[in-house]
C-alpha cells in the first residue's frame, strides 16, 4: 500500500517552514469588506528565511500562492481560493528611523508608519494615516490620496524574486503610477520599504494628519466594512461623482450597498457574499455606462 500523501501544511513544514500554518483559513475576517471562503493553506511566515522556504516548496510542488496583507483591497470568492496564502501582516513589521529616513517592514500597519513619521517629526507620509493597509500592501497598490502618493515618498524597496534572490530597487524601478506599481506584474514579496521625508514640526505634522482624518471620517463610512474605493478614477472625473449622479447611491444586492455617503465606497451591511459584491458592481458599471458612457475600471482585486 503506497503512504498517503501529506497535507499542503505537513509538507510544507517538513519544508523547514518555522511560521504559522492555518489549513482551511476562513479568508472573510482577514479581509475588511469581511467576504472570502478559506485558503487551502494560510501560512504567515516568522521572518524572511521562512518566505524564501515557502516560495521554493510552492515552485518545486507547482502550487499556486498569493501574498495578503490586511486585505483591504481585495474581494475573495465565497468558495475560497487554492493554493497557499501567504500573509504578512503583523510580522516583518519594524519601523526604524534613520535621519529622513524611516524604513518599516512590509507587514508595518501603513497608518502605524505615518504615525511614526510625525512623532519624529518627518513629514511626507500623513495622507497614509487612514490607509488601513500594510506597508506591502501600499507599496504594491501605490496607495494614495488626493495629490499624494506612496510611491513618491519611497527612496527604495527591498523585494524577494519569486526565485529567491532578495534585491533593492531604488525608485524609478519601481514603476510607480496612478494605483500600480512594477510589484503588480512581477512575482515576489515586498519585504519592506525605505521612505524619504523631510523634517518638520511634530505638532504641525499631527496637525496635518488629524486634518485629513477628520475629512475621511466626514466624508467616507471608514466605520462600515468595505475595500476603500471600489473603482480607479476615471481620467478627468471621479467615480463616486458619476455613480451618485447615476442615481445609485443606496442601491443594494443582497448585503451589499452603495454607500449613501461616498458612492464609491460599498458596504457590508452584514453577512454579504462575493456574489452580492459582484452582482452590484456588474449593475453600477451598465448604469454608469449607460448614462454617461464611462468604463469603471475596478480597483478592488478579486481572489478567486
Ligand atoms: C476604509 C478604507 C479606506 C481606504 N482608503 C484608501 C485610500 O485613501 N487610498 C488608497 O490608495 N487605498 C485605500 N484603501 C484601499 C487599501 O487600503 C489600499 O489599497 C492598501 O494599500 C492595501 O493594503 P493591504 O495591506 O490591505 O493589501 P491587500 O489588500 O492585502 O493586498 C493588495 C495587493 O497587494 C499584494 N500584497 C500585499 N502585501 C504584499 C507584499 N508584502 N508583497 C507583495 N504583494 C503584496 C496582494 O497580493 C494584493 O495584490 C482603503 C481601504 C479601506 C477599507
Same mark, same amino acid.
Given at each position: 500500500?503506497? $503512504? *498517503? ?12 517552514? /518555522? ?5 482551511? /483559513? ?17 501560512? %504567515?511566515?516568522?521572518?524572511?528565511? +521562512?518566505?524564501?522556504?515557502?516560495? $521554493? ?12 496583507? &490586511? ?18 501582516? /503583523? %510580522? ?13 517592514? $512590509? ?20 495622507? $497614509? ?8 500592501? #501600499? %507599496? ?29 530597487? +531604488?525608485?524609478?524601478?519601481? /514603476? ?21 521625508? !523631510? *523634517?518638520?514640526? @511634530? ?6 494628519? +488629524? ?10 463610512? =471608514? ?10 478614477? *476615471? @481620467?478627468g472625473d471621479f467615480a463616486g461623482r458619476l455613480i451618485d449622479a447615476a442615481g ?6 443582497? #448585503? ?7 458612492? &464609491?465606497?460599498?458596504? &457590508? ?14 449593475? %453600477?458599471?451598465? !448604469? ?8 469603471? =475600471?475596478? !480597483?478592488? !482585486?478579486?481572489?478567486?
Amino acid at each position: 500500500m503506497s $503512504a *498517503p500523501t501529506p497535507s499542503l501544511a505537513d509538507s510544507l513544514r517538513t519544508a523547514g517552514f /518555522k511560521g504559522e500554518l492555518r489549513p482551511h /483559513k476562513l479568508l472573510a475576517p482577514c479581509t475588511t469588506w469581511q467576504i472570502g471562503g478559506p485558503a487551502e493553506l494560510l501560512a %504567515v511566515p516568522a521572518n524572511v528565511d +521562512d518566505l524564501v522556504v515557502a516560495l $521554493a516548496w510552492a515552485a518545486s510542488g507547482s502550487i499556486s500562492w498569493r501574498l495578503l496583507g &490586511n486585505g483591504s483591497n481585495l474581494l475573495i470568492h465565497d468558495r475560497g481560493v487554492r493554493g497557499l496564502v501567504l500573509r504578512v501582516r /503583523k %510580522v516583518l513589521d519594524e519601523i526604524k528611523v534613520h535621519g529622513r529616513r524611516l524604513t518599516a517592514g $512590509a507587514g508595518a500597519s501603513f497608518p502605524a508608519v505615518a504615525r511614526t513619521a510625525a512623532a519624529r517629526g518627518l513629514a511626507g507620509l500623513q495622507f $497614509a494615516a487612514g490607509i488601513p493597509g500594510t506597508v506591502g500592501g #501600499a %507599496v504594491v497598490m501605490n496607495a494614495g490620496w488626493h495629490q499624494f502618493e506612496t510611491g513618491n515618498a519611497i527612496a527604495a524597496v527591498d523585494f524577494l524574486q519569486s526565485n529567491g534572490h532578495r534585491i533593492t530597487m +531604488d525608485h524609478d524601478q519601481c /514603476k510607480f503610477t496612478y494605483r500600480s506599481s512594477l510589484f503588480q506584474r512581477t512575482p515576489g514579496v515586498v519585504l519592506g520599504a525605505t521612505f524619504q521625508l !523631510e *523634517p518638520g514640526e @511634530p505638532a504641525d505634522i499631527q496637525a496635518e494628519v +488629524d486634518e485629513y482624518t477628520t475629512a475621511r471620517k466626514l466624508n467616507q463610512p =471608514v466605520d462600515r466594512p468595505s475595500c476603500g474605493s471600489v473603482y480607479l478614477q *476615471p @481620467p478627468g472625473d471621479f467615480a463616486g461623482r458619476l455613480i451618485d449622479a447615476a442615481g445609485l447611491k443606496g442601491r443594494r444586492v443582497g #448585503a451589499m450597498e452603495v454607500s449613501r455617503l461616498h458612492a &464609491n465606497f460599498f458596504i &457590508n451591511t452584514g453577512g454579504a457574499t462575493c456574489a452580492d459584491a459582484l452582482a452590484l458592481m456588474d449593475q %453600477v458599471e451598465q !448604469e454608469v455606462a449607460r448614462q454617461f458612457g464611462v468604463e469603471l =475600471v475596478r !480597483e478592488v !482585486e478579486f481572489w478567486q
